[in-house]
Structure formats: structure tokens, C-alpha cells
């Protein structure tokens, strides 16, 4: 007899991905002109995992930044997957610092999704020596692992290199790797 929980067979998809350019970025990572094309191979891949997994078990964790997390999440809506948000500050600071500076139409959709998804503030009492970019990717993979017999796939939108600081795409990819995740990435520097 098999007495695992649905609870335990869920299967989380986390999300890290690149914010959308500002005009002054010296080297296009994610351009505006992009996203329609990023958006769709998003949906696509999450699509994938859905078929995989199965609606009752897949369930998506991701931050709430300009670009890549707004798709991502946009996608899970579309597709009716459950979704958690998890913002490293205060909802209109994490707005703020990590979606306003994209444009009106990128604040609109933020807001859209926290009122359709719960969304989750970085505890203070986290890691102090860890900037809150880099505790917010510990908290939402230790999150997804916490579950027993949960099994995890860490989707990323990067083009593979180091990224602007700790605490980016990259550090969240080698984080789930020493874990022992799967990974999917979207380069979108190949539709450049």
C-alpha cells in the first residue's frame, strides 16, 4: 500500500531569470525587443514540465522582478499552475528596486500577480552575511527541497555568464546544482 501523500509527490519548478535591459546596458542580455520571443519559449518550456508533471503536482516558486520573472509567472497564470511569489523586500520596495525601473507596464504587471498569486517577504531573521538577492535563492530552493520526496527543476532565462552581482541567475543555477536539481536554461542571447 502506498501511503505517500500528494504533498509529497510535487514536483516545483523554480524560476531565476535576467530582468529586462535597461537602454544604457552595455551589452544586450535581455532587450525589450526580445520579450515577446522570451515569453513564448517560457510558456513553452513550462508547458513541458506541465505535461511532464501533471497539473496536481507541479508547483512553480519564483521572485517577482522585471523580465524573466514576470513571464515566468505570467505563464503559470495562463496555464493555471499554483505559484507562490518570493520577494527579497517589502512588496512596493521590491517594486522599486527590481521592476519599476522597466516602465509603467512592468509595475502594472507585478501588481497583477501579487493579487493573484500569495506572495512571500525574505524573513529578517535569514542570513545576515548573505546580501538579500542571495538569501532570497536559498529561501525559495530550500523551500522547494523542504518537501520530503519532492523532486525540483530550476528553470533559468541566462546567457551563462556571471551576471552583475552575487546573487543573480547564476548563483541561484550553481546553487540548485550542488543540490543535485535538474536544470533548464533559456539562453535568450541566442535570438540576438
Known sequence: MN??????????????GH????????????????????????KLTV???????GKHSLRAISSGANGGD??????CAALDITADIYLALEQQAFCKASVADG?????????RLCA??????LPQEADPALNVWQRTNHWMLETAM???NCSLTVMALWDGDEGDGQGGTRDM???????????????PTELL
Open 19 to 42: 530582468r529586462i535591459d535597461t537602454p544604457n546596458r552595455a551589452t544586450p542580455r535581455f532587450p525589450q525587443r526580445l520579450e515577446k520571443q522570451v515569453a513564448q519559449l517560457i
Open 116 to 121: 493573484h498569486f500569495p506572495v512571500h517577504i
Open 103 to 111: 516602465g509603467a507596464d512592468w509595475a502594472r504587471r507585478f501588481d
Open 47 to 53: 508547458q513541458q514540465e506541465l505535461d511532464r508533471w
Open 146 to 148: 523542504s518537501h520530503s
Open 70 to 75: 514576470i513571464l515566468f509567472l505570467e505563464a
Open 173 to 187: 543555477v550553481d546553487r540548485a546544482k550542488a543540490a543535485g536539481a535538474s536544470t533548464v536554461r533559456i539562453d
Open 3 to 16: 501511503t505517500t501523500t500528494a504533498r509529497d509527490n510535487r514536483h516545483y519548478l523554480v524560476f531565476t
